[in-house]
């Protein structure tokens, strides 16, 4: 706008596209926001932490790999922000009763969740497989094995982080316990359920409530806020009947709710601009256009190498849109297949979808786990690199990216 390439009017309109990419979001995290709170308020979190603090035993093993678990099956509908949803408000307590850290929470997470975003109806398979002009279901048959071993990677990932928070004192009995835990843990202990607003005789409605709206978020094609919208009527109405109650719990659930949601406006007016100004396209264009002629033939192994670094700059519609029919003509002048091209972008990008801060749903989790952007990144940034090219090392293993 200052240097006169777009006008004032023009600009307002990449807002406006950013912010309405991002709209949905925003409501989807009021709306679940203030219907877990209620599901907090009644006490069912209480009993469920408990019974699955007895069900691991206190081992912080099975707390992680329970997560991920949870992660993959949430993940089954291919939408980020749900699988936050749904883990996250369901783990966290347990992670800070025990003094374990909310980044490995969702460094697990965004683990299980970038090798299950690989499903033939996950946004970036269908969008590599639009480009190469086959059915994304073709595609995924090929990435498959690549996928199995990210899975068990992913299982993997949880053991050894809850084996470096082990080493840290988590556990119900360990050092951080003992000593009094830190910080975050004794503001967690200070939060107790109003017992005025427990609903003890009524924990089967919630549960059966609960798992209505998480399986209408797989399963119902309607929008992701609309399902929390119901949920927070029907919670409202059986729990908290009167208008005045139901005014208090609201209230008590508006600041956090409305701050967030306002937060996610913000990345939506930078991916406006971005997107809507070309700059992205611009700047895959650039750097395809930088690749020495004499690495084509590897250009699979190189973009793959480096689709972590690149999934923190381009959004997913620049990243296959614009850089992957660039970088499949460069490699089809040294005799790439193409496929193989857009195979190693897909499972590599994949795995650092979450950790992006150009993936809106990334702002959702960090939000849920209330972890800084920055912290997210540096804690996960370089397992998630190690993930992926592990992931490329078995797709050359198994003959699919040809060297």
């Excluded at 970036?124 to 279901?137: D, G, H």
């Excluded at 193989?340 to 979450?354: D, H, Y």
Aim: aromatic letters at 8%.
């Amino acid at each position: 706008m200052l240097t006169g390439t777009f006008t004032i009017s023009e600009v307002g309109g990449f807002i406006k596209a950013g912010v309405a990419d991002t709209s949905s979001t925003a409501c989807l995290f009021l709306f679940s926001v203030l219907f877990f709170g209620i599901m907090t308020d009644v006490g069912m979190f209480d009993k469920i932490i408990n019974a699955l603090v007895k069900k691991v035993g206190n081992n912080v093993m099975g707390v992680v790999v329970m997560t991920c678990i949870i992660a993959m099956i949430g993940h089954l509908d291919g939408g980020g922000a749900s699988t936050f949803l749904i883990t996250i408000p369901a783990m966290l307590p347990i992670y800070k009763k025990l003094h374990m850290r909310p980044t490995a929470l969702l460094l697990i997470c965004v683990t299980a969740m970038g090798v299950m975003n690989l499903l033939p109806w996950g946004g970036p398979t269908m969008r590599a497989a639009s480009v190469l002009s086959m059915e994304a279901n073709v595609l995924w048959r090929q990435l498959m094995p690549m996928q199995a071993v990210g899975i068990l990677i992913a299982l993997v990932t949880a053991v050894v982080w809850g084996r470096i928070e082990i080493k840290r004192g988590a556990g119900i009995d360990g050092k951080l316990a003992l000593e009094g835990g830190d910080e975050e843990s004794i503001e967690f202990a200070e939060e107790q359920t109003d017992k005025e607003l427990a609903r003890p005789k009524l924990f089967v409605f919630n549960v059966i409530l609960t798992l209505v709206v998480i399986v209408s978020l797989i399963f119902l094609k309607v929008p992701s806020y609309l399902v929390f919208m119901v949920g927070c009527v029907a919670a409202l109405l059986v729990n908290y009947p009167g208008a005045k109650l139901q005014n208090k719990i609201i209230k008590s659930h508006s600041g956090p709710a409305i701050m967030m949601a306002s937060t996610l406006f913000a990345p939506g007016v930078f991916l406006g601009v971005l997107e809507q100004s070309g700059i992205m396209d611009h700047m895959a264009t650039v750097i395809a256009n930088c690749l020495p002629g004499a690495i084509g033939p590897f250009l699979p192994i190189i973009i793959g190498v480096l689709s972590v670094p690149l999934t923190l700059a381009f959004c997913t519609d620049s990243y296959f849109y614009g850089l992957l029919p660039v970088l499949m003509g460069v490699g089809s002048k040294f005799g790439v297949d193409p496929v193989q091209t857009a195979i190693a972008m897909v499972v590599c990008r994949n795995c650092a979808t979450f950790i992006s801060p150009v993936v809106p749903a990334t702002f959702l989790g960090v939000g849920l786990a209330g972890v800084e952007i920055k912290d997210h990144i540096k804690s996960s940034f370089f397992w998630i690199w190690g993930v992926s090219i592990v992931c490329l090392i078995a797709g050359i293993v198994f003959g699919i990216i040809a060297i």
